[in-house]
């Protein structure tokens, strides 16, 4: 006959048998049996001083225990931690190994952090070792992201001459070394390889401290939009055009050009807020369905030279962060803002994408390429980044 107890070292539960024995006199003695743990003890020794026995020796029970267990049974059960680095918060789960004695190990698995240790490590160090490796962490991370999420943002800001510069940063798996820069609508914009260190990042910016600038104070400022009123003037293909309202008995905002002005019949039951952005919409489709014929005309007139296969599927799209994109399946997708720039730039965009269709990445063979049928590409290029972060709507 035997008793059965249990005492708690380490984090780990210990199950265990109490043997009495009449022959055994002073004596303790403790075996490990596959997962059996077995106390022999003389016949009268009270339950408590079993208990300190076993506990004194827990630790080399718990080793002889991992040793004899199935390598899928050798860990402690997860421990959950986060930690915080440059804006993002990395949440782990943390194995305790009794096979790893300095190393750390890292593991990414369907969008979970798995980081095994030494048993004894302190959560401290763990931290500190998952905040080293958060960039590497980060990009394995962003793998399990739908498409439309795969960067992650963080927030930073550096002070130069006396202004403060904040900025966004967006790591991407794509990007390898350079380091992107954008101004839009008024928000710094930095794009890094996805292992880039924040004191490279904060270089960086340092560096287009003037040019960030520069780009902030051509930037409208926040929260001051078109108020769509006689006067006032909105871009189309590159020129100002004056707006003209008149009020006038129709169900929605109409728009017409005519004679170098945007003349805007409004219905007289529209007011306040309802009707700016009831004109708002109205632009918007307007330069949309402008944009659509614009943009096929350019892709129809330049197929000859860089089309592939069928020709592609051209999308009128409302994307704040790019002109223009080309997907793997030859689809071309364009800012609806480019009507808003003069023809030479839209020539410039259109003529971007399709490259793509050839070379996927911006190569040196990609520039080759673009050099071979628009010379004058990079000034084309300089003049388009000056647009950014200034057009309305």
């Not at 040793?67 to 986060?82: F, K, M, V």
């Not at 169900?251 to 004679?259: F, K, Q, T, V």
């Amino acid at each position: 006959m035997f008793e059965r107890d249990r005492i708690s070292a380490a984090g780990t539960v210990i199950h265990y048998e109490v043997h009495r024995s009449k022959r055994r006199k002073k004596t303790l003695q403790i075996t490990v049996d596959g997962q059996t743990v077995r106390v022999a003890v003389p016949w009268k020794i009270k339950t408590r001083e079993a208990r300190e026995f076993v506990r004194k020796h827990a630790a080399w029970i718990i080793k002889s225990l991992s040793h004899l267990a199935p390598p899928e049974r050798r860990r402690t059960r997860p421990e959950s931690d986060s930690v915080r680095v440059e804006g993002t918060t990395i949440k782990y789960e943390v194995i305790r190994s009794r096979r790893l004695k300095r190393t750390f190990r890292f593991s990414v698995e369907r969008g979970a952090v798995w980081v095994e240790v030494p048993w004894d490590a302190y959560p401290e160090a763990i931290r500190s070792a998952v905040r080293i490796r958060a960039p590497m962490i980060i990009s394995q991370l962003s793998q399990y992201l739908p498409k439309s999420r795969r960067k992650v943002t963080e927030r930073d800001s550096v002070r130069v001459a006396g202004t403060t510069i904040e900025y966004e940063v967006h790591r991407s798996s794509r990007r390898k070394k350079s380091v992107q820069i954008r101004v839009e609508r008024g928000v710094v914009l930095v794009v890094v390889p996805s292992v880039a260190k924040s004191g490279v990042i904060r270089r960086a910016v340092r560096d287009r401290a003037e040019w960030i600038l520069n780009k902030l104070s051509q930037a409208p400022p926040e929260g001051i939009q078109k108020r769509f009123v006689n006067g006032e003037s909105l871009p189309y293909l590159g020129e100002d055009v004056r707006i003209v309202v008149r009020f006038a008995d129709v169900p929605s905002p109409e728009i017409r050009l005519d004679d170098g002005r945007f003349r805007v019949a409004v219905p007289p039951n529209l007011r306040g807020k309802r009707r700016l952005e009831a004109m708002r919409q109205a632009f918007i489709e307007w330069y949309r369905e402008r944009a659509l014929d614009q943009v096929t005309e350019c892709v129809d007139r330049w197929w000859p030279k860089l089309g592939r296969g069928g020709r592609s599927r051209v999308l009128i799209r409302n994307q704040r962060r790019r002109w223009g994109s080309c997907a793997s399946d030859g689809t071309i997708r364009i800012n609806w803002r480019v009507i808003m720039l003069e023809p030479s730039l839209i020539e410039y965009i259109v003529v971007h994408e399709l490259a793509h269709l050839s070379v996927r990445n911006h190569s040196s063979d990609f520039k080759k390429l673009m050099a071979s049928v628009l010379p004058d590409f990079r000034d084309r290029e300089k003049r388009l980044g000056q647009t950014e972060g200034i057009l309305p709507l």
